[in-house]
């Protein structure tokens, strides 16, 4: 996808100036190539109509991710006003100056009516502040690592973000009974976010797998084989985890889908609890939730473009050690083998609930590092995104006897602080948890989508948390 840059100016200044405005323009266009999306630079802009037609091109060009604007010169924000209040793509206001510095001598009135963008990027700041247009400010200079960062980090929440808005996403059959944070109202998923969220019955999966050939599944084994380490012994359940994977993305691709759910609860027609078959798809970056969770299918899922190289898993808070701190997450079967630390081994072992075959499934301990825990839950009226800031360590315990993969994290700032703002927030037991999203990006993403964000850190004190989230109904039920 493309970034369009837009360069704001006006006829004031002379048909020198507007060149000059131009070639610059192009510059930092060219300027900007390292970015992990292109920036293409389109349009010096001077009057109302070229903005508006620029903005009406970019809504309904596909490949457009989001404008950049920049204003070189003064530009009267009246003119920008038809064409900003029409604008459905994101947008970034680079705040920078062509120039890194004042020169001394070369100063003069022309070079200053040349090089004003701490004047007109404040009449710009102010016209998105009017309208209150949903965009991000970035400033600094254009060539300075940090601000190539935060448009990197932006770049990628926007190509996210158009993701999102494609999403379509498979349920095979209904929530989980009585649970009620996997719930959600799917049309006001679909407004706010894209998402197409549908059911499949679960007997026309059976059918599919019916469907699969011993050819196929030999294929799919093999790629197993080169993956993860696994014992023949247990080769007739692990080819039908591999039967499993080929009917449930032939019909995620007849679909169009990236993200799907099931449940334990609804597997008619099937033998095991697809495991291995859904770690895999996950690793080949398909969003997925258990119990029905199409929410948390579709956050692992944007992350997983958001991020296409970075870990991103679908996890369940399940344990604690208040002795050290630390939150043990897991599930029945179903962990993204992106996050392993360890080569994934695939075990077959009895699952104690859902009454089906004893499942095949990925085993291994999660990775160190920074990561976000992300949760999207309905509060009634509105969608609200929590990400929770979470340190990941390597597993301090071996735990022999639990047979699926695992991860172990500390949520900022400590377990006690964070589990209580998680709670207070109304965070979901399921999370997208991201190695790939910054807190920045995250943020960018909610922007950009418009949704209520909570955001629990080291700073976050729970009774400033349950004042933000008070205002915070305050704000987004109207
Ligand atoms: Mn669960």
């Known amino acids: 996808m493309t970034f369009w840059f837009i360069v704001g100016s006006q006829f004031l200044y002379g048909e020198e100036a507007l060149a000059k405005v ?33 903005v009406k091109k970019a809504n309904f060009d596909d490949d457009c991710a989001g404008i950049i604007t920049f204003c070189h010169t003064f530009s009267p924000s009246k003119m920008w006003i038809n064409g900003l209040a029409r604008l459905q793509k994101p947008w970034l206001h680079l ?12 100063l003069d009135m022309d070079y200053m009516n040349l090089h004003q963008s701490a004047h007109g990027d404040r009449e710009h700041g102010f016209i998105g502040a009017r309208l209150r247009t949903t965009r991000r400010i970035i400033t600094g200079y254009w060539k300075d690592e940090k601000v190539l960062s935060q448009i990197a980090g932006w770049q990628h929440a926007a190509v996210a973000a158009a993701f999102s808005k494609n999403l379509v996403i498979v349920r095979f059959g209904d929530n989980m009974r009585q649970v009620a944070v996997t719930e959600g109202d799917k049309v006001e998923a679909q407004i706010k976010l894209g998402w197409q969220v549908n059911t499949i019955a679960v007997g026309d999966l059976a059918e599919e797998m019916d469907k699969v050939t011993d050819a196929e599944i030999d294929t799919l084994v093999a790629e197993y084989r080169s993956q993860y380490d696994m014992d023949d012994k247990d080769i ?47 690793s080949k970056g398909y969003g997925y939730g258990a119990e029905g969770d199409w929410k948390t299918a579709g956050l692992v899922a944007i992350f997983k473009a958001m991020y296409p190289e970075c870990p991103t898993a679908f996890m369940e808070d399940y344990c604690y050690d208040f002795e050290q701190g630390l939150i043990l997450g897991a599930h029945m079967l179903e962990v993204c083998p ?18 089906k075959e004893p499942p095949a499934r990925l085993v291994f301990e999660g990775r160190a590092g920074s990561a976000n825990a992300v949760s999207l839950v ?15 360590v390597k597993p301090t315990k071996t735990l022999p006897n639990l047979p699926v993969a695992r991860a172990m994290w500390k949520p900022a700032p400590d377990l006690e602080t964070g589990a209580t703002n998680w709670l207070i927030a109304g965070g979901a037991h399921h999370t997208a948890l991201t190695f790939g999203a910054s807190e920045s990006d995250i943020r960018d993403l909610a922007r950009i989508l418009g949704i209520e964000l909570v955001r629990l850190d080291e700073n976050t004190t729970p009774d400033q948390l349950e004042k933000e989230l008070m205002l915070g109904d305050l704000i987004w039920n109207k």
């Open 22 to 54: 131009a070639e610059d323009g192009k510059k930092i266009a060219e300027g900007l190539s390292g970015l992990p999306f292109p920036v293409e630079y389109k349009l010096t802009a001077k009057t109302p109509k070229e903005i508006e037609d620029i």
């Open 95 to 106: 705040h920078t100056q062509f120039n890194k510095s004042i020169p001394n001598e070369e």
């Open 236 to 282: 007739d359940t692990i080819r039908y985890q591999a039967r499993e994977e080929i009917a449930i993305e032939k019909i995620l691709v007849r679909e169009g889908a990236k993200a799907f759910t099931n449940t334990f609860e609804d597997l008619h027609g099937m033998k095991q609890l697809p495991g291995l078959a859904t770690q895999h798809l996950l």
């Open 338 to 355: 992106t996050i392993a630390a360890t080569k994934p081994r695939i075990e077959v072992h009895h699952l104690g609930i859902g009454g």
């Open 378 to 392: 309905d509060v009634g009226g509105r969608m609200r995104l929590i990400a929770q800031a979470v340190e990941c």
